[in-house]
């Protein structure tokens, strides 16, 4: 069941790159293991750490002033790739709670729901100035409200963003999606009955 | 069997419904249609409890949501519409060798725990019907038109080449199908890709495929099942249709889809999964009733001349970024938007390539043969064709990895097994391989390599390697010649 989400209010970090696909979010060695917990030190692996495994001073968030971000903002079409959700478990366990983009990958997006992680769509100009203040401005922090689907910035601006109802209401209540189903089995058996009988 | 017999009661109702007119009155497109038959209950609000009629599993995605299910005491509703197999992580090599990768071996074994405890079919390393997950779907017959399938793995849309409603889902909506056999959907907007005119010789689906995505990008598509119609696409075998449709996913889509013809029955007559005799020619009925309706519209559309198709080459770290062979690395300072220009300028970088190089100037390292876009029988032809009685140049080494067993079986009574032998080639078991590189077939750093495979992201292919689309007529010229060439002056 995934964890509810209300409001939340965080550091946001900048990860200023378009098309931001899931072979870099965790990449494929880390695929092997068998629980959902644990990914987070596998996150952007091949950009937080060179060859060698140290962290390379270059990434964004090996630098000092986002370690404890939660926020992630970034660019256009954020996940595309494989629908491993262990890239949702990965920026998740990592202490992500919310990443704001122009826009998503399907399935990333889909996936990200299923695990208390909000995945917020606010336009391209307004993501381009956030991206520049969380890089220019000392703990550039802000505030998501998913009842209210407002994003507010600490100057006062607020963004409302769009989310499908149902999607939300099962993420603010942290409802089981599979319970939630299971409420129409005799649908499914009727469905069955009738469809294939055989 | 049970199978035939679900899949003839299911057509035979789409038969009936139609004779009755129920549905007959407004014109739909396939996407459309399929969606309808499979609506268990729909809310006001759209979200539909949609029936999935078969569910694929692999090692990589499922452990998670077995977990799940333990834990939440219930059952996998229907493991007679679910089947196994074990593709990502295996070995190629000899599979007498115990698996030297600990963790990946764990996984394998895992799968089988899981297949067994909860009465899954498993086609594991030792079964003849093993290979990639989507590979042995068609192959098997499970894949057929009209049905809802989906896998935890993205390349699921391969199997709408049969006009089959075929997506990638995620661990936790693998663990719901298990649980209800039924996913929490809404309907997507639709978009149609049509693609008329002649291939010239030597330009392939590939091709196509890579030269559409080139045009949408890689979010062209995003939150659209896509149908991919028009003459070109009508001529294609089903590998080939298979290729595109196997892409979708790289522009963003929910699934692809083509509307099943006298290709797709021929392909579907005799498989296992396939019903027989009377049975099938009801389902063929059925299954012809399933194409867009003439009025029907789309909510986008998109035409390309076949004409104009060239072999094509990817030259970045997505599938979108894609040239002819003719043409040349592009230069970002040229681009209009600055988020291409900056991306292309992060490419290149990782690349190693400079703007305005000659696409048959690059020299490449490795060579990959394989993945569910290309390694099907008509692939491992295709790029035999081109390597008969020549070398593998001495700067490359080159692989061919069967998608499944029965191609390599197939492959083998053919003799192609020799022909890449004898040109250098490495013959593999089946698995996926250098597609993802999970298992120990991976690049090196700096590596340069001409994949048949369906991504290019960076480090796909193995951290710092460097990855080529291209199709596997092309992937084999360029074994042999050491860099791209155009294959169409082989
Ligand atoms: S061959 Fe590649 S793309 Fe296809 S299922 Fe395997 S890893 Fe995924």
Redesign the pocket.
């Given at each position: 069941m995934p964890e509810p989400f209300t409001t939340h209010t965080g550091l946001v970090a900048p990860l200023d790159q378009i098309n931001v696909d899931t072979d870099q979010i965790i990449p494929k060695q880390f695929l092997k293991r068998i629980e959902r917990t644990g990914f987070g030190q596998f996150l952007f692996y091949d950009w937080r750490f060179t060859g060698d495994g140290s962290p390379d001073p270059g990434f964004v968030l090996n630098e000092g002033r986002y370690r404890d971000a939660t926020i992630l903002v970034t660019g256009d079409n954020f996940g595309c790739g494989s629908s491993r959700e262990h890239a949702p478990w990965a920026l998740q366990d990592y202490g992500f709670r919310v990443i704001i983009a122009p826009s998503f990958a399907d399935i990333f997006y889909n996936n990200c729901f299923k695990n208390g992680l909000l995945p917020v769509v606010l336009d391209a100009d307004t993501v381009r100035r956030m991206l520049a203040d969380a890089a220019e401005q000392h703990r550039y922090t802000v505030s998501v409200d998913l009842e209210e689907q407002v994003v507010s910035e600490p100057r006062g601006a607020s963004h409302r963003f769009e989310v499908d109802p149902f999607r939300k209401n099962f993420i603010l209540n942290g409802l089981d999606e599979i319970g939630w189903t299971l409420q129409y089995e005799d649908d499914i058996a009727a469905y069955e009955r009738t469809q294939r009988t055989g | 069997m049970f199978t035939a017999c679900i899949v003839y009661k299911k057509f035979a109702h789409v038969y009936e419904s139609e004779i009755a007119g129920e549905q007959a009155m407004t014109a739909r497109t396939m996407y459309e249609k399929v969606w309808d038959q499979h609506v268990v209950k729909e809310m006001p609000d759209g979200l539909t409890v949609l029936y999935i009629d078969a569910h694929l599993v692999h090692e990589v995605t499922s452990p998670q949501a077995f977990e799940g299910l333990r834990t939440a005491g219930r059952k996998l509703r229907r493991p007679d519409l679910t089947y196994a197999t074990m593709?990502?992580n295996v070995p190629t090599t000899d599979r007498s060798i115990p698996m030297t990768d600990e963790i990946a071996r764990l996984q394998v074994d895992m799968l089988s725990r899981n297949c067994e405890e909860f009465g899954v079919p498993l086609y594991d390393l030792d079964s003849p019907r093993n290979g990639?997950?989507?590979v042995i779907g068609p192959e098997l017959g499970i894949t057929q038109p009209g049905l809802t399938m989906v896998c935890g793995?993205s390349?699921t849309s391969t199997h709408g080449a049969f006009g089959a409603l075929a997506f990638g889902i995620g661990t936790s909506e693998v663990e719901h199908v298990m649980a209800t056999q039924c996913l929490l959907q809404k309907r997507s907007r639709t978009f149609e890709i049509r693609v008329d005119g002649v291939l010239s010789e030597g330009v392939t689906a590939k091709d196509i495929i890579l030269n559409i995505i080139r045009r949408t990008g890689t979010a062209g598509g995003t939150g659209a099942v896509i149908e991919y119609t028009g003459s070109t696409i009508r001529g294609l075998s089903m590998d080939e249709r298979m290729t595109i449709c196997n892409m979708s996913i790289e522009l963003g889509a929910r699934a692809g889809l083509i509307a099943p013809d006298d290709t797709t029955f021929e392909y579907l007559a005799g498989r296992e999964f396939v019903p027989e005799g009377a049975a099938f020619d009801r389902a063929v009925e059925g299954w012809r009733k399933l194409a867009t309706d003439d009025e029907a519209e789309y909510d986008e559309r998109l035409g390309l001349n076949a004409d104009e198709i060239v072999p094509q080459v990817s030259w970045g770290t997505n599938p979108g970024m894609v040239t002819d062979v003719t043409g040349v690395v592009p230069d970002p300072g040229g681009m209009d938007s600055e988020n291409d220009r900056r991306a292309a300028e992060k490419a290149l970088s990782y690349m190693a390539l400079e703007p305005n190089t000659s696409i048959t100037d690059i020299e490449i390292d490795r060579v990959f043969i394989g993945?569910?876009?290309n390694s099907r029988l008509s692939d491992l032809q295709a790029a035999a064709d081109v390597i008969k009685g020549r070398r593998v140049s001495p700067r490359v080494t080159a692989l061919v990895v069967p998608g499944s067993h029965a191609v390599k079986r197939q492959a083998e009574a053919e003799g192609l097994d020799r022909v890449f032998k004898e040109a250098g080639f490495e013959w593999r078991e089946a698995g996926?391989s250098m597609?993802?590189g999970m298992n120990p077939d991976i690049l090196q750093p700096g590596e340069r390599c001409a994949s048949t495979?369906?991504?290019n992201f960076e480090g796909r292919q193995g951290r710092n390697g460097r990855t080529h689309l291209v199709s596997p007529a092309m992937a084999a010229a360029a074994a042999v010649a050491g860099h791209f060439v155009d294959v169409r002056n082989w």
């Open positions: - | 593709d990502h990639i997950v989507h793995d390349h993945s569910c876009t996926c597609c993802l495979s369906n991504r």
